[in-house]
């Protein structure tokens, strides 16, 4: 069964270090996002990326993150300086299509810990 | 009001045991909805998408009512294996993004 993959699996960083966070969404899905869980709390929505642009961000995702997708496979979370509230899972998530019939399948997360 | 609100439990229930979850959310404007189950540190799993007239997968039941924007889940014949968080989650409302519930931990005991 495909899968998303996400790498790595535990980040460990100094507080102002860039980080990114790579994923690798399920071949044939058109769209990708971005979500985050601190410990303890809810999954939140970071981004939406589709046909190369961002479809719909949140209010966490302020200047310091961007994505990209480099290549025909890899899908990007840059944090440029990183703060200790940005420890937490980072979610990656793919989908085919959007609405009714979409199913986003999450990875299985990247745990990014910023000292 | 949270946008998507559900007792955070946990539920403790014998093996067997029917259990009932419940979850309501804000935007009316949704369009879709979802069970997605999240074990302890692992990413969230979807169990089952939840639609007007009712769906059943297996021992799993889903219900949706749009009226009172209200969505319930119902386990039947819980096994030690459905131990874990359920995730009631909202789609739509002019995005694509999902939005969350707090979750609500079940635990089945021997």
């Known amino acids: 069964e495909p899968e998303v993959t996400q790498t790595p699996s535990h980040q460990v960083t100094q507080m102002g270090q860039e980080v990114i966070l790579r994923c690798v969404p399920i071949?044939?899905?058109?769209?990708f996002y971005w979500y985050r869980q601190i410990l303890g709390q809810k999954v939140e929505f970071l981004v939406s990326?589709?046909?190369?642009?961002?479809?719909?961000k949140s209010e966490i995702f302020d200047d310091q993150f961007s994505v990209e997708r480099p290549d025909g496979s890899n899908f990007t979370l840059k944090i440029r300086s990183t703060k200790l509230e940005d420890s937490a899972m980072y979610f990656c998530?793919?989908?085919?299509?959007?609405?009714?019939?979409?199913?986003?399948?999450f990875g299985p997360g990247t745990r990014l810990t910023v000292l | 009001r949270k946008e998507v609100e559900q007792d955070p439990g946990p539920f403790n229930v014998p093996e067997g045991a029917t259990v009932a979850f419940n979850c309501t959310y804000s935007?009316?404007?949704?369009?879709?909805f979802f069970w997605y189950r999240q074990d302890c540190r692992k990413e969230p799993k979807l169990l089952m998408s939840?639609?007007?007239s009712g769906n059943e997968d297996g021992r799993f039941t889903a219900q949706l009512n749009r009226a009172s924007q209200y969505i319930s889940l119902l386990i039947r014949d819980s096994k030690l294996s459905d131990s874990a968080t359920y995730l009631c989650?909202?789609?739509?409302?002019?995005?694509?993004?999902?939005?969350f519930g707090t979750g609500t931990q079940l635990k089945v005991e021997l």
């Open positions: 939840v639609y007007s």
């Open positions: 998530a793919s989908s085919e299509t959007v609405g009714r019939t979409d199913t986003q399948y």
């Open positions: 990326f589709y046909n190369n642009e961002i479809s719909e």
């Open positions: 071949s044939n899905h058109l769209y």
């Open positions: 935007n009316s404007a949704s369009q879709s």
């Open positions: 989650v909202v789609e739509g409302g002019g995005g694509n993004k999902l939005t």
